[in-house]
C-alpha cells in the first residue's frame, strides 16, 4: 500500500484517512489513486466512514456500489463491523486495481458483495463466508478482533484476518473469469489439478480427516490441500500479501540489502520470481521485527518449493489483468 498526501499541506496521508491533520477533509479518489478534496464524498461516509470519492452522478463510491446486503443497523455495534469489513475490502480492492482489475477499464462482471451479521433484530442466525457466482458474503463476526481471534485459536490456524478472508474469496470470484479461456483452464489444471471432482465431498473429507500429513509440501495452508479450489483461493491470498508487504515496505521508505527485486514495482515485478522470494525474505525479517514487541508475525507461514510455484504462477495470471488475457 502506497503512502499519500494531503492535496493542501503535503502531509502524510494513509489509505484510511478521512481528514489531514491540517483539518482539510479528504477523500480518496480510486481512479486517480490520490486524496483529493475536490470530489463529492461517498454517501456511507457519516455511516461507515467509508473515505472514497464516487463519481458526479453517483451516490455511492466504487466500493460501496458492489455491496448489494449490509447488517441491520439497528442491532448495537453492527455499523461498526461493517465499517471495519469494508475498510478491509476497500484495501483488497486497490491492490487489485493495479493489476486492472475492476477499474474502469475492465468491463467484466462485478462481485457483489453481502455483508451479513450474525446479530439481527429479530435474533441471532448462522452466517456461512464464501463466493457462489460472484457473490462474495462476508460474516461481519470476522471483524470483531476478539472473536476473530477465538475462532482462529479454534481452528488452529496461524493467520486470521478481514483482509485475508477477503482476498480469499474474491480469488473464487477472479478464477470465474479466468477459467472462461482455454489456456488458463488447462494450465491451472497441470499445476493445481482437476477442479471439477466432486467439491462437497473433497471438503467433508478435509473436515472430517483433516489436511494429508505432508500438505507443507505442495501447499501454502492446509486449507488449501482440501480441493483445487480452495488451492487457487488460498494462493491467490497469499500471492496479494505478499505483493503487499513489498508494495508497504517500499512506500515506507525502507530497504534491506541482498534482494534484487526489491527495486521493481511488487505488482509488476520484471521476474515474478524474484519478487515472491523477496516478499519472503521481508516476511522473515518484519517476523522478527514484530516479535521483539511481543507482536503476532506478519507472515507466519514456510512455503516449500512447490508452493512458490504455485505464487508465481497465481502472480503471472493476476497481472495479466482482465483486459490482456488472451481469448480462447
Known sequence: MKIFHCPRCEAVLFFDNLVCTCGLAVSFSAPQQHFTSAHRFCANRETISCNWSCEPQAELCHSCQMTSVHPDLSVAG?????????????????????????????????????????????????????HAAGVVTINL???????????????????????????????HYLFDRLNGYTEFRDAF????????????????????NGSPPNWQETHVTAYASAHPHEDWAETSAHSMHLCDIVDSFLAAGLRKEGIPAIQTPPHHPRDPADMIETA????VALNHVNRAVGQPDIYPFVNSAVAREKLIFVLNWLRKGPVSVNTA
Do not use: C
Open 78 to 130: 453492527n455499523a461498526e463491523l461493517w465499517a471495519r469489513a469494508e475498510a478491509a475490502k476497500r484495501h483488497v480492492l486497490i491492490g487489485l486495481m493495479q493489476w486492472g482489475w475492476l477499474t474502469a477499464g475492465d468491463t467484466g462482471p462485478r462481485p457483489e458483495f453481502h455483508m451479513l451479521a450474525e446479530a439481527t433484530g429479530s435474533g441471532s442466525m448462522d452466517v456461512t463466508m464464501g
Open 280 to 283: 519472503l525474505k521481508l516476511g
Open 141 to 171: 463476526a470476522e471483524a470483531d478482533n476478539a472473536e476473530r481471534v477465538r475462532r482462529r485459536e479454534t481452528l488452529g490456524e496461524p493467520y486470521r484476518t478481514v483482509i485475508g478472508h477477503f482476498r480469499h474469496e474474491i480469488a
Open 189 to 208: 489444471r497441470a499445476m493445481f489439478g482437476d477442479e471439477t471432482r466432486d467439491y462437497a465431498t473433497a471438503l467433508a473429507r478435509h473436515y472430517e
